[in-house]
Antibody, heavy 120, light 108 residues
Framework: EVQLLESGGGFVQAGGSLRVSCAAS????????MAWVRQAPGKGLEWVST????????YYADAVKDHFTISRDNSKNTLYLQLDSLRVEDTAVYYC?????????????WGPGTLVTVSS | DIQMTQSPSTLSASVGDRVTITCRAS??????LAWYQQKPGKAPKLLIY???SLESGVPSRFSGGGSGTEFTLTISSLQPDDFATYYC??????????FGQGTTVEIK
C-alpha cells in the first residue's frame, strides 16, 4: 500500500527556516515525480514545487521560488522541502504527493500533511 | 501561467441530486486535467484524470468531461459521502500544476 507521511512542521518566526520531510512506503520514490502542495488555513490548494523522478529537474511556484528548495533522497525513500526566509503568508498545511513518472501527471497519492505556522 | 477558474464556488444540493461543476482554463490544455475531492481536515483524493478517466476505486457516479479549455465534473446521484470540496488541476505544462479555487458541495 502506498503511504506518504510528512513531518517537520511547527512554529517558526518570520525570517526563519524549517525543513519538512515526507517518508514514503509501499513504493520506490525513485520511479516517480514527487510534489509539494500547500493549503493556507481556510483556503484552497496551492501547488508549491515538483521534482522529476531522476531528481535532475525542479519546478517552483513563483511565490516560493528562491526561498524554498525541493530535494529527494532515493536511498531513504524520502522527499524534502527546505523552507527559508519564511513569511507569515507561508503558513499552511504542507502536503507531499506522488505523481506519475513524468512531472506532467496528476497527483495520485497524498500524505496527511504537516502544519507550518510562521509568526511575525 | 495557466489560470483555472471553477464555478460555482459553492453549490447547495440534496442527496440524489445530479450536480455539475465547471472548470475553465485560461488557455488550451488538451485533456490534461484532474479532479480531486477534499473533506475537512483530510488530504485531497484523486477522482478523475485526463479529464474523463476514473481513478481506480472511485464510484462510477463520478464522471468528467470536456477538452481544450472547458471541463466538467458530474456526480450523477449525490450521496451523503460526497459533501466535500472539489478542485480541478491542470497538468498540461510544467509552468506548475495550477489548481482551481475549489467548489464546496453542501447540504441543501
Amino acid at each position: 500500500e502506498v503511504q506518504l507521511l510528512e513531518s517537520g512542521g511547527g512554529f517558526v518566526q518570520a525570517g526563519g527556516s524549517l525543513r519538512v520531510s515526507c517518508a514514503a512506503s509501499g513504493f520506490s520514490i525513485s520511479s516517480y515525480a514527487m510534489a509539494w502542495v500547500r493549503q493556507a488555513p481556510g483556503k484552497g490548494l496551492e501547488w508549491v514545487s515538483t521534482i522529476s523522478s531522476g531528481g535532475d529537474s525542479t519546478y517552483y511556484a513563483d511565490a516560493v521560488k528562491d526561498h524554498f528548495t525541493i530535494s529527494r533522497d532515493n536511498s531513504k525513500n524520502t522527499l524534502y522541502l527546505q523552507l527559508d526566509s519564511l513569511r507569515v503568508e507561508d503558513t499552511a498545511v504542507y502536503y507531499c504527493a506522488k505523481a506519475g513518472y513524468w512531472v506532467t501527471t496528476p497527483l495520485d497519492s497524498w500524505g496527511p500533511g504537516t502544519l507550518v505556522t510562521v509568526s511575525s | 501561467d495557466i489560470q483555472m477558474t471553477q464555478s460555482p464556488s459553492t453549490l447547495s444540493a440534496s442527496v440524489g441530486d445530479r450536480v455539475t461543476i465547471t472548470c475553465r482554463a485560461s488557455q488550451r490544455i488538451t485533456n490534461w486535467l484532474a479532479w480531486y475531492q477534499q473533506k475537512p481536515g483530510k488530504a485531497p483524493k484523486l477522482l478523475i484524470y485526463k479529464a474523463s478517466s476514473l481513478e481506480s476505486g472511485v464510484p462510477s457516479r463520478f464522471s468528467g468531461g470536456g477538452s481544450g479549455t472547458e471541463f466538467t465534473l458530474t456526480i450523477s446521484s449525490l450521496q451523503p459521502d460526497d459533501f466535500a470540496t472539489y478542485y480541478c488541476q491542470q497538468y498540461n505544462t510544467f509552468s506548475g500544476g495550477t489548481f482551481g479555487q475549489g467548489t464546496t458541495v453542501e447540504i441543501k
